[in-house]
């Protein structure tokens, strides 16, 4: 009843949106029982009073309410009243009411367009064969899908070879904007074929010759289907709108089909924008806080810093801002994280099926991706919440070219803290800020040109401790170009630096600094090759050049006694040529096929200490050093790492996806402390260090449900590493020349189930995931010095078998949004003691085996309130209001169980970070 | 505005131990130095996590070997305690090594340790800190041969008490007899069991400047009249401070986010009969030397005279109205013997105004010892 047929969309076809009025009389004696009613049930009446039937697309009229006040005497009048204020046209044949939603086409279509292909109009007399028309409307209405309204030709008829494919190229933009928009997927629909743009925006697919319907879909833009009559060759260039109802709508991965149709598994992607609405620790919101709720994403606890993905230790995810790394990703001891996302556009989460261009850590990489500043028009916004306040600008330099972002986040905790009534805290800082800049340019069609900087600084002093102080730095320069219409190329280059230090003052003589750094810098150069519609090749080379200063400790004023103490330097590179191909091996199946060959090697200047073979590293067994000249190198390591996915299309919504990856890592964190500390520092894999090997294998199943706006998704991984680091107990891992004496290498595994339904369109949405999973270590040695647990295996400290989180969002009208985050997780283990003694005058504890106890389970509930102001569209200044509260329940947490002697007496104490409701409000502005 | 903050949110429950698993070891006390009186080792047992008393492991034999083969016994004195027969000089440069052989036949050793000479205090000192608002004491020490470098301290504090509110009365069998001895100054001892370690590793003299042993607060009852700090010094070992290091980290943890994760602690006693089995605690044979430092409230300028240890309220009785006798021994000790209470009566007449106070409060051998220690100086 509410489906157009297909045969008569055909009439659109000459450009118009063509009204044939029949001049039927409305039966007379109708009239409505109220002024205002709804679009549907309008149509009810109409329908039931008359021999009208009407075909539309409900969502069309979903909610739409009309006025109808009078006598209609015709029933055109009675349909202008009918969708006045609506984008909806009408047209009448017979007794059949087709209603058509409205497109803007044309305005889209760049002037350039008219050149090479005819549009909106056909040429009747120029057909030199009424029978291909025919044939052309035959395959129409065949295929076209019932919302469609216009359909546009590509190519010269004459040159057409119905057997044959054609390419179609042409640039995706933004329509607000005018940037082109990367990455926009445009399949031609129900087949799977499909491409993506590149960095330009630009496309190339090729395409059966004949009538496609194309679908051109983008996170955060409103899908566009485009019929298309292919004759030969042609353009099409499109512009996305922005996805108006999603704007306030928590919305992740609405590249509607995208799960279903890419090879890519394991792979989580969050708008910056969606999670503004999340109710948020503090009310700041948290890229990386928000990845948490997704499956497969865990933390240790409340305020521990990083996180860990299907069982990888914090240092095994490569975090990525515009292609250069980020060493430290935490704030503020890891309550907040180093990336402010009202600076960013989104990020991907890899969890599994790393793209062959990203290497170098074992567990996931997270792609973020700064914003592009609008080239057409001065944006700034800002926020201020309770720990910090934020600005952003957005700078047009060149119209539609050249643009810049510049954004700065400040807390003013320090203000805060000296305001507090407790000496201990007066006398403590603790202070952070973060600014990013981004230059766009689009130097023309084919080239693009990116640099982004970004730099972050904390220190914090508890009492009259030592003040320690950390800064990341790093920027990148990407150029991306196309080539060709199957070539296109990106060279980028970054650098990025993490450095802390500690600084002790308060007794002159015992005053010291102390300062560590690790350095990178990174060169890629990658190329696309698309020759065909079945192929998608990506190659490059990936070069990375590691310098790490590990230790160095400098007496702090002249009256130190200090000794200078300076561990030597790391020195290293990382190099790796790559190649993969998305190979759509037929309608229902394709695969991703890539190999990574990367390769290490430790270069001096060195000295390497040499232990005696086969018996337990240790200062007693150091049998000399072995000394490397600088640009020697000291030891090599390579591998191949294998990308692979295969996709198999069980139906048009849902697939099957198997993926098998392997990584392998060469830098290293260096941790003993339950979370991940500030002044962890980094390793180099060297003569001692090995390189830490992942695989994995994940296999799920995706299933969307109401065109995409419900995706279930089930995956299942099991992923062994080998070569994982950790400590001997009581080691200690600053400043230790014999740091290899400290470290263990050993296996880990982990296996687990994720489960994932989201609703992404609606007043209620959100998600609800469910992760079971298990990780595992397992440090064994025919030397017991050189176990842990007795060789067995052992749970991670991150440990959490069941993961529930229920996200949801729920939008009452324009103004007035509430949030909500249902999290449990079942408690982390930690190491218990086994027994108590007395020694040196009071009682001690004995810890035995790591990590045999668990905590109490987690459990939390946050609720947010979003107030925005009115949408006048003169109004100068856009604010709105995030009321939140972080455990609205109160519940005390235990983050950990801890025990300590006092007065010479065990006690036991459970520690929670958040033990309380926590509210807060934040206001945001934007003009 | 509290609620923003961090450091106020997070907060400590205490739990009650339970314990979980439990591995029986044996536990060696050995510190062994010439300061004693009497040379000690303890031999104990671990216990479940939570119970109250130790385990002793007793009817060992326990003797130490001196590098010259001079064997010194250690018998059994009291269940678990072996005391030496003599007080052996402990020689600087000598080695010296533990045995232990259980009732079981299982046999234990220590590796030979080197005696390290202990260089003499500078000195044991005290003053107020204003940034911390807290009287500071501390120790300095400095070896010009750089040999010492690993230092440990032991200390022991004793101070004087003063009764606030000296009794004149008390009761005895429901009557109210003149006090004849009320103690008004006293002694209390401490011995606190934190692990006092610090090293020079690294640094460019063997000299430590300002080593903080304890911390008071300028109103603390223990600067209420005298306070006297014992503190004894010991060069030990790198292996030995390093033990006392991961002991002193895993008994004094704060719950911190970046507390160490802990682990067990291997000593430097191995057990000879199974090479696998975990022995707890460590052996140090120790030459040291000491010094004590006498501190009071004057010393602080600017502040009153700290309380006394106990709350003292004066309250006062009041007979009750419809009794116009004002008062009976016998009536009041009805009333107030159960919460043990001494009077006063000014003037000594009863048929006064009666002020009581605490018994802690009108005699202070009720909580501490009345004799002068001999070190006590005026």
Not at chain 1, 643 to 653: E, H
Not at chain 1, 664 to 688: C, E, F, V
Not at chain 2, 46 to 72: A, C
Not at chain 2, 127 to 144: C, F, G, R
């Amino acid at each position: 009843m509410k489906i157009i047929k297909n045969k008569f969309v055909f009439i659109v076809f000459l450009g118009f949106h063509i009204q044939i009025c029949s001049g039927q009389e409305i039966n007379p004696s109708f009239r409505f029982s109220t002024d205002t009613t709804s679009i549907e049930s309008a149509i009810e009446i109409i329908e039931n009073q008359s021999e009208y039937h009407f075909m539309y697309l409900s969502s069309w009229i979903d909610g739409k309410y009309t006025i109808l006040d009078r006598d209609y005497p015709t029933i055109e009048s009675f349909l202008d009243h009918l969708i006045i204020n609506t984008q909806i046209n009408y047209f009448i044949k017979e007794n059949v009411i087709y209603l058509t939603e409205n497109f803007h086409i044309e305005t889209e279509l760049t002037p350039g367009l008219f050149g090479d292909e005819e549009y909106g109009n056909i040429d009747i007399s120029n057909d030199d064969g009424g029978h291909i028309f025919s044939r052309d409307l035959q395959t129409a209405s065949g295929i076209l899908d019932e919302n469609k309204t216009a359909v546009q030709f590509i190519g010269n008829r004459k040159e057409a070879d119905w057997n044959e494919n054609s390419f179609l190229m042409g640039e995706v933009t933004d329509k607000k904007t005018g940037e082109p928009l990367p990455g926009v997927t445009v399949q031609i629909k129900d087949s799977f074929k499909g491409v993506t743009t590149d960095f330009n925006g630009n496309y190339k697919l090729a395409i059966p010759t004949g009538l496609n319907n194309l679908l051109f879909s983008f996170i955060g833009m409103a899908p566009l289907e485009k019929n298309v009559m292919i004759y030969s060759d042609g353009n099409l260039n499109v512009a996305l709108e922005e996805q108006a109802y999603e704007l306030e709508v928590v919305v992740i991965e609405s590249d509607r089909q995208k799960n279903i149709t890419s090879t890519q598994t394991g792979l989580i992607s969050l708008e910056s924008k969606t999670i503004e609405f999340l109710p948020m620790v503090m009310g700041e919101p948290d890229l990386i806080k928000a990845a948490l709720t997704l499956p497969g994403v865990q933390t240790l606890g409340e305020g521990s810093g990083g996180f860990n993905v299907r069982g990888g230790k914090v240092d095994q995810n490569l975090v990525l801002l515009d292609g250069a790394p980020i060493y430290n990703t935490s704030h503020f001891f890891g309550f907040f994280s180093v990336i402010n996302p009202s600076s960013t556009d989104k990020m991907d989460l890899y969890k599994s099926s790393i793209p062959a261009q990203f290497g170098g850590r074992l567990s996931s990489v997270m792609d973020i991706h700064v914003k592009n500043a609008d080239t057409e028009k001065l944006k700034i916004s800002g926020g201020i919440g309770p720990i910090t306040g934020k600005i952003n600008a957005e700078i047009p330099i060149i119209k539609n070219k050249m643009s810049v972002l510049a954004s700065g986040r400040s807390s003013y905790s320090n203000w805060v803290l000296k305001r507090v009534d407790d000496e201990s805290f007066s006398n403590s800082q603790a202070s952070f800020y973060d600014v990013v800049t981004k230059l766009s340019y689009q130097i023309n069609e084919k080239n693009r040109l990116s640099i982004t900087g970004y730099h972050s600084h904390d220190d914090f002093k508890l009492s009259s401790d030592s003040l320690i102080a950390m800064n990341n730095l790093l920027g990148s320069v990407i150029w991306k170009t196309n080539i060709s219409n199957k070539w296109d190329a990106r060279i980028q280059g970054s650098f990025s630096q993490y450095d802390f230090d500690m600084n002790y003052d308060r007794i002159p003589e015992d005053a010291f600094l102390f300062s560590f750094a690790v350095r990178e810098q990174q060169g890629s150069a990658a190329i696309g090759f698309f020759p065909n519609e079945k192929h998608t090749f990506d190659m490059g080379v990936d070069v990375k050049r590691f310098e790490l200063s590990p230790g160095n400790l400098a007496p702090g004023g002249d009256e130190s006694l200090q000794v200078p103490q300076n561990l030597e330097r790391e020195r290293g590179i990382e190099s790796a040529v790559y190649i993969s191909d998305d190979w759509e091996i037929s309608e229902k199946i394709s695969s991703k096929v890539g190999l990574r060959y990367s390769g290490f090697a430790m270069i001096g200047a060195a000295e390497t200490n040499l232990y005696a073979e086969g018996i337990p590293k240790s200062i007693a067994t150091q049998t000399g050093t072995e000394s490397f000249s600088r640009g020697e190198s000291v030891q090599n390591y390579h591998g191949p790492e294998w990308r692979f996915t295969l996709r198999y299309a069980t139906t048009a919504s849902s697939s099957i996806k198997m993926a098998y990856d392997r990584s392998r890592q060469y830098i290293h964190m260096l941790s003993n402390t339950a979370s991940i500390s500030p002044t962890d520092t980094w390793k180099l894999s060297g003569k001692h260090v090995k390189p830490q090997i992942g695989d994995q294998f994940s296999l799920g199943y995706y299933k969307n449900l109401k065109n995409g706006d419900i995706e279930i998704s089930i995956e299942g991984f099991y992923k062994r590493m080998s070569n994982v680091l950790d400590y001997k107990t009581g080691a200690s891992l600053l400043l230790n020349e014999n740091i290899e004496t400290s470290i263990l290498q050993g296996d880990g595994k982990s296996y687990g189930v994720e489960f994932l339904l989201k609703k992404k369109a609606g007043k209620l949405n959100g998600w609800l995931s469910y992760t079971f999973a298990r990780s595992l270590l397992q440090f064994d040695s025919t030397f017991p010095v050189e176990q842990v647990n007795g060789g067995n295996w052992f749970p991670t400290n991150y440990d959490k078998p069941h993961n529930l989180n229920i996200t949801t969002y729920y939008k009452f009208n324009r103004r007035f949004s509430i949030s909500s985050n249902f999290v449990y997780n079942t408690g982390r283990p930690i190491t218990y003691p086994l027994a108590q003694y007395d020694l040196a005058g009071s009682e001690r504890i004995y810890y035995s085996d790591r990590n045999q106890f668990r905590i109490r389970d987690y459990f939390r509930v946050d609720l947010g309130l979003n107030f925005k102001g009115n949408h006048k569209i003169q109004k100068i200044v856009d604010s709105s209001f995030s009321f939140s509260v972080y455990n609205l329940l109160g519940r005390d947490n235990p983050f950990s169980v801890f025990f300590t002697a006092e007065e010479g007496e065990i006690k036991g104490y459970e520690l929670a970070v958040f033990a309380n409701a926590i509210p807060t409000i934040t206001y945001n502005f934007e003009f | 505005m509290s609620c923003c903050l961090i450091f106020l949110i997070s907060c400590r429950t205490p739990i009650d131990l339970e314990s979980l698993g439990f591995e029986d070891l044996l536990v060696v006390e050995a510190f062994i130095t010439d300061l004693d009186p009497i040379y000690q080792v303890t031999l104990s047992r671990t216990s479940p996590l939570g119970s109250e008393n130790p385990k002793y492991e007793s009817n060992s034999t326990v003797w130490i070997l001196h590098e010259d083969g001079t064997r010194f016994d250690f018998p059994m004195t009291l269940p678990g305690v072996y005391q030496s027969e003599s007080k052996f000089e402990i020689i600087t440069g000598d080695s010296y090594q533990l045995f232990i052989s259980t009732v079981d036949g299982l046999s234990y050793e220590s590796p030979p340790i080197v005696v390290k000479s202990t260089p003499n205090i500078d000195s044991v000192f005290a003053y107020y800190d204003p940034t911390e608002n807290v009287a500071q004491l501390s120790v300095a020490t400095s070896d010009e041969s750089g040999d010492s470098r690993n230092y440990r301290w032991i200390i022991e504090e004793t101070y004087e008490l003063t009764t606030p509110y000296p009794a004149e009365w008390k009761i005895v069998r429901d009557s109210l007899v003149p006090r004849i001895e009320t103690a008004t100054t006293c002694f209390k001892y401490n011995n606190p069991t934190n692990i006092f370690i610090e090293t020079t590793q690294g640094k460019s003299q063997d000299r430590i400047l300002d080593f903080p042993l304890r911390s008071l607060s300028p109103d603390d009852p223990h600067l209420r009249t005298k306070y006297s700090l014992l503190v004894k010094q010991y060069a030990i070992t790198a292996d030995s401070y390093l033990f006392w290091s991961q002991i002193r980290e895993q008994s004094e943890r704060q719950g911190g986010l970046f507390d160490v994760q802990p682990g067990s602690i291997q000593g430097n006693i191995v057990s000879t009969s199974n090479f696998e089995e975990m022995v707890l605690g460590y052996f140090d044979i120790l030459k040291g030397n000491e010094q004590r430092v006498f501190y009071d409230h004057s010393d602080i300028p600017g502040y009153n005279q700290p309380p006394y240890e106990i709350e003292c309220e004066l309250l006062t009785f009041d007979p009750p109205e419809d009794n116009p006798t004002p008062f009976t021994p016998l009536e009041v000790a009805k009333i107030y013997t159960r919460s043990n209470l001494i009077f006063e009566a000014p003037n000594g007449e009863i048929n006064f105004e009666i002020i009581y106070v605490n018994e802690q409060c009108g005699d202070c051998s009720t909580i501490a010892d009345t004799n002068v220690p001999e070190f006590w100086n005026d």
